[in-house]
């Protein structure tokens, strides 16, 4: 089943399968070393959904729901 990483219940871990978006806004997801099958663990979702607090690769990200909307995962 695919969703997006803004669908993550808080406290899960999910594998990255694609990133969908264009240009510059995929371009810094994958700066930020979000990429094709890296894992990601979604520590916290602000009450209004935004921001979503993620561990990946070892550090803390904030990431903007618009963001975590285009990043697939399983």
């Given at each position: ?10 406290g ?7 990133l969908?978006?264009?240009g510059p ?13 890296i ?5 916290k ?6 921001p979503?607090?993620?561990t990946v ?8 729901k ?7 995962v399983?």
């Open positions: 089943m695919m969703k997006t990483l803004r669908e993550v219940a808080c899960q871990t999910v594998r990255v399968t694609k969908s978006g264009e806004v995929k371009r810094r997801i994958m700066d930020m070393g979000i990429t094709k099958g894992e990601v663990f979604v520590r979702v602000a009450p209004l959904g935004d979503v607090e993620i690769r070892g550090y803390e990200l904030s990431l903007r618009a963001d975590a909307e285009m990043i697939l399983e």
